[in-house]
T-cell receptor, first 114, second 113 residues
Framework: DTEVTQTPKHLVMGMTNKKSLKCEQH?????MYWYKQKAKKPPELMFV???????INESVPSRFSPECPNSSLLNLHLHALQPEDSALYLC?????????????FGPGTRLTVT | GDSVTQMEGPVTLSEEAFLTINCTYT??????LFWYVQYPGEGLQLLLK?????DKGSNKGFEATYRKETTSFHLEKGSVQVSDSAVYFC????????????FGSGTRLQVQP
């Protein structure tokens, strides 16, 4: 099974709201990722967790706060977002962070900030 | 820095036509190379991969060969179907440094019946 699940599928939030995106994998992968994808663009890396520790933060604004409660779960907490943060947020996982291992992506959460 | 360059789209083909989507890369080390496909409204699916020179990745009729001498990883399919209409991303990772996927800009494929 190579499935990564994400909830919710769609999210609409105001600029003062607090919400969370959730991602789950049961492949025993030890690396998990958050990407942001704008329309007609490739995904942009936001965060990488390796063995439940944050290993890469691509200078993402603090209104995005990642959390990795255990090896199967990854959350992205959202607070005081801006309309330009509207995008498709993709979660991915891989066996390790070394380059040989492919990443498996979830279906994404389509976020709209009003 | 490391980068991936893909041919501009959209690529429009008739059903059963031959497909080539060009991909070239620049990397400071020895990358692993990937093709991902994104259908409308969905996440990315791994299509195929190659981890060393002269490796050929293949899946669902698609093929790509890792050419170190030309730093290329072109995607090919002998006979496309309407269901292949999607955006295709070429990507690389390195085993050192950042170790995250570097994507090309994506190529939209439209297959007409």
């Amino acid at each position: 099974d190579t499935e990564v699940t994400q909830t919710p599928k769609h999210l609409v939030m105001g600029m003062t709201n607090k919400k969370s995106l959730k991602c789950e994998q049961h492949m025993g992968h030890r690396a998990m990722y958050w990407y942001k994808q704008k329309a007609k663009k490739p995904p942009e890396l936001m965060f990488v967790y390796s063995y439940e520790k944050l290993s890469i933060n691509e200078s993402v604004p603090s209104r995005f706060s990642p959390e990795c409660p255990n090896s199967s779960l990854l959350n992205l907490h959202l607070h005081a977002l801006q309309p330009e943060d509207s995008a498709l947020y993709l979660c991915a996982s891989s066996q390790e962070t070394t380059g040989f291992y492919e990443q498996y992506f979830g279906p994404g959460t389509r976020l709209t900030v009003t | 820095g490391d980068s991936v360059t893909q041919m501009e789209g959209p690529v429009t083909l008739s059903e059963e036509a031959f497909l080539t989507i060009n991909c070239t890369y620049t990397a400071t080390g020895y990358p692993s190379l990937f093709w991902y496909v994104q259908y409308p409204g969905e996440g990315l699916q791994l299509l195929l991969k190659a981890t060393k020179a002269d490796d050929k990745g293949s899946n669902k009729g698609f093929e790509a060969t890792y050419r170190k001498e030309t730093t290329s990883f072109h995607l090919e399919k002998g006979s496309v179907q309407v269901s292949d209409s999607a955006v295709y991303f070429c990507a690389l990772t390195l085993d050192t440094g950042r170790r995250a996927l570097t994507f090309g800009s994506g190529t939209r494929l439209q297959v007409q019946p």
